[in-house]
């Protein structure tokens, strides 16, 4: 029986030590004085001081970063209304082809999609003139088709969750389903959005193969530059490059962490000031 | 009280409408006036559904047409480099010449039967694993208390935001002849010679268990959490062994959330092309690499269509398992 | 009862030939694919009714409710409010409000912006707006909960802005869904007392669906009991009770006793019948539409019945077994008693003594009887 007691809590902390060593790796080499990344020579932060002079990568990072916030914020539009088609429009011509377009890019692996792509607006190319030689745009267009995905899923799923008599609760009260839309559902639904746009956001900015496929010259993204760089070896100013991205995202969750913790107490308080007052 | 009296002026839109009406209701026309009504009602849900249909036909179905279509074509020294699939004979005759021998190539060439095969074993077996380390892991969470819960999620999700690149990036510094690993087990002792792991089976393996962890454990703690442990809790008044009601009663309910963790897990890694390219060695044969090379580096666009649509047609039957998986999972849900 | 006790006469408006009915449910069917929710289903409801629809699950109340509402459109046949065919009109512009099951409060609305919410969409003035809100809100005494949102009120509380809420747009029909499903024991008799002030104040139309006999019996004016997607029967709640106009609805409604038999003597005054069940004959001080011969039920009310240890020598209405089962509720008990055929036959009696030490206890032999004019003869 003892064991178990133990089984779970060893194979939690085996996890998490696996999922977490080589991130802690990365960023303890990024100290390194040692151009051999993992043969530790001193304590020296000349690595940040290199990345920041690196053109090359500095300049992929902000295409990329360009690239993600057009993506998010064009995914979370397209996203929540196939999100929103999916859960409330029950019945419509084409609803399993809709809904196996929009959950196939989930599972779809990228070198797929990314030829096709490619191959389609080479196509395109040929055939209408548009669009002229790929770059920002093909990659932002590619990137939104498949962030939209995730989006939808999220929405779907928050959609369904939902107290559906709260909309008709709005239509029994007079308003029109566009308006409800926007007054009632939306704000009840936004922090999905924002958990969509993030997601979004991340899987532009993580992209390598796709992006390979439907970039040109002049648009290369900040995961094709570090990819050409770690395929010749382990190289320091990605390791520092690593470390600004892990604390990046630390401090988003932390703050996000703190925000959801408050949120909680703060419904609980009100759970009991309800119970509080059962004079009624 | 009534509002009936009060004059149609002073009142809204609505008010207006709802009189208007009654007005043409009491001559008979209600129905045609609300026939109407529908319609344009009916071209506003129409157009809303067709916003992302229209996309997604356009950049995510035609693709696939096209690929298929290039996938019968040769390959030119041209821009674009393959050939068209119709020609005309003397202005008249439309003909359409589709080439199999792509296709024959991919059936006779023994490396991309083997390469198939390979991708397809070290996917699966990379879901397996997953699923042993992650199963333990999504339980540990789901079991937690509330407000542990939410610290053991953040840990989880956190790798996931960092990049992926990186973080497969991270294991070439672990397991290299002088990385991290070699260099400890030497400094103990434990070997003579640095074990080689970089360009391995294992290193790919160990990169996709990695990288897709949190794609299995999710899904598996989304289903773990809603859980209702009164059940376990019958289980045992019913005088069943804590060890044996998790196989009888816990797992069979985690299905769906296994089912949903292993395909969004094997479905990518059969196609896995950074992991291997990364980690792998040159007889690491997996399917998204020599998509990959056959494209970038033999410039041979119809052959790396073939191989596309084979790999599409391989992974069909998972992926509609996905579908139905997820199909189900909404509608148990309603 | 829900009888207005303020207007000289009862209110009996279906009984008046001048009225004109105010929602009009004329053959409504409503199938969902092969599943037939609602079947032919004819009602008239009047002005200031409160109207109950009492069901078990899945009888289709709740359906034809939606479609009063208009969320859901009749297979076939018509509705009309007021005079007017809702065919093809959505819920927005009907002037029918409902009050849902779950309530449906907007949850990033506080509880004065939830129950404003109707007035919006009607453009009128904000100062008329905010006027009637606060009105409203002080008619369920709410008054002081205004700035809250809906998860810091508790259930009670959120009925109460749910009706509200319905009730402020001064809808000619107000539905309710349910409306005291959740709420527990002791509040649910409060708030059923206050709703039907409410209703008699405010002067709306209501129907109300609920599977609860007794929430039915308290509220309405007039009870519609359906089965299956039918009515099978409309009327007060003194003519659901005591006069059943068959089996289902006598079993359905409080407890009952229901004997199988043979009219013998059918007389315009009087029947009788000969029940092997009972091991005698009922006489039946009424004339009952039957033929003579024809299979037939009495159904007998548990409190109609009369229990003693004596004899009391009647030839027809009286049978006599042994007590199998008591039931102490405090105002009132229960027996059991079985007869010599086996049949168990269900007695209520009020403890109208105070620790009575003569109380009849299990196993003792005991006579059963009752009135002539207790039984009802149902047919079906």
């Known amino acids: 029986m003892n064991q178990r007691r133990f089984f779970v809590p060893a194979a939690m902390v085996f996890g998490f030590v696996f999922l977490y060593a080589p991130i802690v790796s990365l960023i303890v080499f990024s100290f390194n004085k040692s151009k051999l990344v993992t043969v530790w020579a001193g304590f020296s932060t000349q690595w940040y001081g290199a990345l920041l002079q690196n053109d090359q990568i500095l300049q992929a990072a902000w295409v990329s970063l360009r690239i993600a916030t057009l993506n998010a914020t064009a995914a979370v539009v397209l996203g929540t209304i196939a999100g929103f088609v999916i859960a409330r429009f029950r019945r419509f011509r084409g609803r399993t082809l809709f809904t196996g377009m929009v959950m196939a890019p989930l599972v779809m692996p990228e070198v797929i999609t990314g030829l096709s792509l490619l191959l389609l607006f080479v196509a395109m190319e040929a055939a209408l003139g548009w669009p002229a030689g790929r770059g920002f745009l093909t990659i932002t267009i590619a990137h939104i088709t498949f962030s939209m995905a995730y989006v939808a899923v999220i929405i779907q799923s928050r959609l369904s969750d939902m107290d559906e008599s709260i909309e008709e609760a709005a239509l029994d009260l007079g308003a029109r389903p566009a308006k409800i839309f926007f007054q009632i559902t939306l704000p009840i639904i936004a922090p999905a959005l924002v958990a969509g746009w993030l997601l979004s956001f991340t899987l532009s900015l993580d992209d390598l193969v796709i992006a390979s496929f439907v970039s040109g010259p002049g648009s290369s993204t900040l995961p094709m530059v570090i990819f050409s760089k770690v395929r010749l070896g382990v190289s320091p100013e990605i390791n520092a490059l690593a470390t600004i991205l892990v604390a990046v995202v630390a401090i988003g969750t932390i703050i996000s962490g703190i925000f959801l913790a408050r949120q909680r107490r703060a419904r609980e308080r009100d759970m009991k000031m309800a119970k509080a007052d059962t004079t009624t | 009280m009534s509002t009936r009296g009060a004059p149609v002026l002073t009142k809204g839109v609505n008010r207006t409408a709802s009189t208007a009406v009654k007005r043409i209701s009491g001559f008979g026309l209600g129905p045609v006036w609300h026939g109407l009504r529908r319609r344009f009602r009916g071209l506003g849900r129409a157009s809303v559904i067709g916003i992302p249909y229209l996309w997604l036909l356009a950049f995510f179905l035609i693709p696939f047409v096209i690929v298929l279509k290039i996938s019968l074509a040769e390959s030119e020294i ?14 008249k005759y439309l003909n359409i010449r589709l080439n199999l021998g792509n296709y024959q190539y991919l059936i006779q060439d023994s490396l991309y039967w083997n390469a198939y095969l390979n991708s397809v074993k070290i996917a699966a077996v990379s879901t397996v694993f997953c699923l042993l380390i992650g199963y333990p892991i999504a339980y540990g969470i789901a079991r937690a ?7 053991l999620l953040m840990l989880v999700i956190l790798p996931f935001w960092t990049s992926f690149l990186i973080r497969v990036y991270a294991w070439i510094g672990i397991l290299k002849t002088n990385g991290l690993i070699n260099n400890a087990l030497m400094a103990l002792g434990i070997v003579d010679t640095p074990l080689v792991m970089m360009q391995t089976d294992f290193a790919v393996y160990l990169g996709i268990v990695y990288s897709y962890l949190p794609f299995m454990i999710l899904p598996l703690y989304a289903n773990l959490e809603k859980l209702d442990l009164t059940l376990l809790e019958a289980a045992a008044d019913l005088g069943c062994r804590p060890s044996k009601a998790f196989f009888r009663v816990t797992l069979p309910l985690s299905m769906p959330g296994v089912l949903a963790g292993s395909m969004l897990v094997f479905i990518p890694a059969v196609g896995e092309f950074v992991i291997p390219a990364l980690l792998g060695g040159p007889d690491t044969l997996m399917i998204g690499r020599i998509l990959w090379d056959e494209f970038f580096a033999n410039r041979d666009w119809p052959v790396a269509s073939a191989v596309a649509i084979a790999l599409l047609l391989l992974l069909v039957i998972p992926i509609v398992l996905f579908q139905y998986n997820q199909a189900r999972a909404a509608e148990a849900k309603s | 009862m829900a009888e207005s006790s303020k207007a000289p006469a009862v209110f009996q408006p279906w009984r008046d030939p001048n009225e004109t009915p105010y929602v009009s449910i004329e053959r409504v069917t409503k199938k969902f694919g092969e599943f037939v929710a609602v079947y032919e289903l004819s009602l008239e409801i009047y002005r200031k009714e409160l109207f109950c629809l009492l069901g078990a699950s899945g009888c289709g109340k709740s359906t034809l409710l939606r479609m009063l509402a208009g969320f859901e459109q ?33 949850p990033h609305m ?39 949102k809906p998860h810091q009120l508790s259930g ?17 029909l107000l539905l309710l869904d349910e409306p005291l499903a959740a709420l527990d024991k ?3 008799e409060h708030t059923q007392f206050e709703l039907m002030n409410i209703q008699e104040q405010v002067g709306v139309t209501f129907v109300v669906v609920t599977h609860d006999q007794q929430e039915a019996m308290t509220l309405s004016t007039r009870i519609g009991v359906m089965d299956e997607g039918e009515l099978i029967q409309i009327g007060t709640p003194t003519d659901i009770y005591e006069f059943p106009q068959s089996r289902y609805v006598a079993d359905f409604i409080g407890s009952v006793n229901i004997f199988a038999g043979k009219m013998i003597v059918d007389e315009p005054d009087h029947v009788v019948i000969h029940s092997e069940e009972a091991g005698m004959d009922i006489f039946v001080n009424h004339g009952v539409s039957a033929g003579p011969d024809a299979d037939v039920w009495a159904a007998i009310r548990p409190e109609k019945m009369h229990i003693s240890r004596e004899d009391p020598a009647r030839e027809q209405n009286c049978v006599r077994g042994i007590v199998d089962e008591v039931a102490y509720m405090g105002d009132s008990s229960t027996y059991l008693v079985k007869l010599e055929s086996g049949k168990i036959v269900r007695i209520t009696q009020p403890n109208l003594l105070r620790g009575n030490p003569d109380r009849i206890l299990w196993d003792e032999q005991v006579y059963l009887y009752w009135d002539a004019s207790s039984p009802v003869v149902v047919t079906k």
């Open chain 3, 156 to 172: 009670g509380q959120r009925q109460r802005v749910a009706l509200a809420r319905s009730l402020v747009k001064r809808p000619k």
């Open chain 2, 78 to 91: 041209a821009q674009p480099p393959y050939t068209s699939l119709w020609y005309w004979i003397e202005h």
């Open chain 2, 145 to 151: 208390r509330p407000d542990r819960r939410i610290l």
């Open chain 3, 186 to 188: 002791k509040l649910r």
């Open chain 3, 74 to 106: 009749p297979s076939s046949g018509r509705i009309l409010i007021d005079g007017v065919d809702m065919a093809g009109i959505p819920p927005y512009e009907r002037p029918v409000n409902m009050m849902f099951q779950s309530y449906a409060l907007f």
């Open chain 3, 110 to 148: 506080n509880v004065a912006q939830n129950v404003a919410f109707g007035l919006k969409q009607e453009k009128l003035p904000a100062s008329e707006v905010r006027k009637r809100a606060e009105e409203m809100l002080e008619l369920v005494k709410l008054g002081a909960f205004a700035k809250r």
